[in-house]
């Protein structure tokens, strides 16, 4: 029951931070990343009104396809290994996490086979650490130049990841960064790219993510409790 009660919290707080920021509520989304959780949690927060879930690895993922019947939207927001791609081809709406032009295009090639087109969004390392993976901020326009050629891919805005900070407030400056970089790739007018979607924000700071224009926010923790 605490995943219901989680559930509606988070969604009051999104609401709160996106009418503070003079936004509508609509226009955040929020990704409950499931990943390690068991196929009842998901079940409990789909049950709960929750719709889109985030998963960071493609065997996990998949397993939790063939057991979990409910309708559910599954976005990928871990590092994607572009020999992967072919067990979530069709299978995922939303991919986060594309960071060079050789895992692009294999999803291209995938979901050409499928006759589909797979929606996703760069991401971006604005905090340069060597831990996390992302395009640099120079890079990125270049990679969604690049994306833009490829057939059976849409281009739809960016991700990041910024360090962790106790302070969430420490976090601002990298999500204002990653707005400021969606607006610049926006202004090049690159055919058939998007610049609506921007993933950032997590259980600790997604509010401030929401208040510099977060429109996809990744919480798990807060929902599910600690792994």
């Known amino acids: 029951m605490y995943i219901a009660e989680n559930l509606a919290y988070i969604n009051h707080r999104i609401r709160s931070a996106t009418e503070s920021a003079g936004r509508d509520p609509a226009s955040v989304r929020l990704v409950a990343v499931s990943k390690t959780r068991p196929v009842a949690d998901i079940f ?10 985030g998963e960071n690895y493609v065997q996990e993922l998949t397993a939790k396809l063939a057991n979990l019947k409910e309708s559910v939207t599954w976005h990928f927001i871990g590092h994607l290994q572009s020999n992967k791609v072919k067990y979530i ?10 960071d060079r032009i050789s895992l692009a295009d294999e999803i291209s090639r995938q979901w050409c ?3 589909k087109v797979c929606d996703i969004l760069i991401q971006v390392n604005i905090s340069g650490e060597a831990s996390k993976s992302g395009t640099t901020e120079e890079g990125a326009i270049q990679l969604v130049r690049d994306c833009s050629l490829l057939p059976n891919i849409r281009v739809l805005g960016l991700m990041t990841m910024p360090p ?3 302070d969430p407030d420490a976090a601002r400056p990298y999500f204002a ?3 400021r970089l969606s607006q610049t790739i926006a202004a090049e007018q690159i055919p058939g790219v998007e610049m609506r979607e921007l993933s950032m924000g ?5 509010e401030a993510a929401i208040q510099e224009g977060a429109t996809l926010v990744r919480v798990g923790t807060a929902i599910f409790g600690e792994r």
Not at 89 to 98: D, F, M, Q
Not at 202 to 206: E, I, Q, R, V
């Open 44 to 53: 409990e927060a789909h049950e709960a009104g929750q719709s889109i879930f």
């Open 89 to 98: 081809a069709g299978l995922v709406s939303l991919i986060h996490t594309v």
């Open 113 to 115: 086979r499928l006759g």
């Open 164 to 166: 962790f900070f106790d």
């Open 177 to 179: 960064e990653l707005r």
């Open 202 to 206: 997590m259980s600790g700071d997604f």
